[in-house]
Each structure stands twice: as C-alpha cells, then as structure tokens.
C-alpha cells in the first residue's frame, strides 16, 4: 500500500525537525513503512485541493488508499495500530500507552507550542516577559512531573511506544531554552530517542528537504 504524507515545502524551522510531519516520519520509520512525501507551500495549504483532506489547511495529512488522515496524533495513532512495534499487546499497556500520546499533545504540548508562538510573535508587547514567565511557570510543572514519573526509567511505560515518540518530538522544541536542560533525565530521554535509527533517518528525510530547497 503506497503512503503519501505532506510537508513543508520549506520548513520555518530551517530543517530542525520540529514540523509535524516529523512525527510522522518517524513512526513511519520505527515500523519500517515506506512512505512519499508532497511538498507544500503556505498558499497550496490553504488551497481546495488540499483542503479537502485538511479542514485546517496544515501539514501533515496521510494518504493510504481511500483513507485520508490529518492531525498528526490520529495519524501516529493509527500507524501505530496497523504495525507491530509501537503500542504493546497487553491491552492494559497499551491503553496507558495511548494515554501517554495524549498527555504528551494535550499536556504537553500546548503550553510548549504557546511558547514558541509567544517568542517569535509576542516578542515586542509590552506584556511578553510576564506573558513568558507565565507559560514557563506552566511549562516547568509539567517537566517536573514529568520528569519525577520518568525517573531512572528508559521510557515512560515499559517498551518504547508512540506515547515516548509523541512525547519527544514535543520535549525537542525545548532544547536549547534552558526549560528541558533543567532536568537531566528528560534530556537524557530526549538524546535516547533522538539516537534510535529511525529517528534518525527520519530527520535526514526532513533535513534533506530544507537543504534542497535552500540551495537548488
Ligand atoms: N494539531 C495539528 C497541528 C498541525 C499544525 O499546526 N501544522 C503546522 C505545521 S507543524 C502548519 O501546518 N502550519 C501552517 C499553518 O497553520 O498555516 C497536528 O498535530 O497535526
């Protein structure tokens, strides 16, 4: 069965993986299904053909014969659930796995993404040191619990899962803010899942696209 993701034609975040499809990828890799990829603009996002299969005109959808997917949780979600590898079999596992997706994009990431949004966005109100101190108190709570849950463990419950794939690539948009470095074992989380190799060839595949579309 042929697998159509799509991207950004050139990514804002210059080839650093923090794109959504980059999840996407990457679940793909961890479960050893081939994928294509179709290069959007901005304006092609907000066109009808593609807003057919995106009502929010955003990357990444999911093409696989008539099915079509977005929102990048439901589209790791289902990888995960057509391909061994990536939720446990015991069912009790596999539910706190699953638990996991949704804490990492509904805990997680939203006041993680508002972060980003506020420094790139926000950064001349008047209000945006107390605005940011603010969603980094938010932020900061959540790593501590995090990170006292996680504790010496190598993954969150048990076997690496989709809960540890979603939960990194939202974690990643941290690095280099200070937040993460705060607690070593998230980092170190962080490092272990950036070092598998599917992880790996993941970003390449995403790297390789802003390369080409920097320099060609
Ligand atoms: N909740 C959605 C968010 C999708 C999203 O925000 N995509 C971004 C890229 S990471 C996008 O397409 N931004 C361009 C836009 O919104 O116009 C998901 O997880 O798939």
């Known amino acids: 069965m042929t697998v159509t993701i ?5 990514s804002p975040d210059r080839g650093r ?3 959504r499809d980059m999840r996407v990828r990457w679940a793909l890799e961890e479960v050893g299904q081939a994928y294509d990829v179709r290069l959007l603009s901005f304006g092609a996002m907000k066109q009808p053909a ?3 299969l995106h009502p929010f005109g955003q990357i990444p959808t999911y093409e696989e014969g008539d099915l079509a997917l977005f929102e990048s949780g439901a589209i790791v979600f289902h990888i995960a659930e057509r391909h061994a590898g990536l939720l446990p079999d015991d069912a009790n596992a596999r539910a706190r796995a699953i638990a996991w997706m949704f804490a990492a994009l509904n805990t997680l990431e939203p006041p993680i993404f508002e972060r980003a949004l506020a420094t790139i966005f926000e950064r001349d109100e008047p209000w945006y040191a107390q605005r940011l ?3 980094e108190d938010s932020i900061g709570k959540r790593l501590g619990a995090l990170s006292s849950r996680l504790g010496d463990a190598e993954w969150l419950d048990g076997a690496f899962s989709a809960g540890d794939l979603l939960m990194v690539t939202v974690l990643r948009r ?3 803010s ?3 470095e705060d607690y070593p074992n998230l980092s170190a989380y962080v490092a272990r899942a950036e070092a598998r190799p599917a992880y790996q060839r993941a970003f390449d595949a995403q790297l390789a696209v802003f390369t080409a579309a920097s320099t060609g």
């Open 50 to 52: 593609h807003l057919a």
């Open 178 to 180: 200070g937040l993460l």
């Open 6 to 10: 799509t991207a950004f034609e050139r």
């Open 133 to 135: 101190r603010a969603l």
């Open 174 to 176: 941290l690095q280099g």
């Open 17 to 19: 993986g923090l794109a």
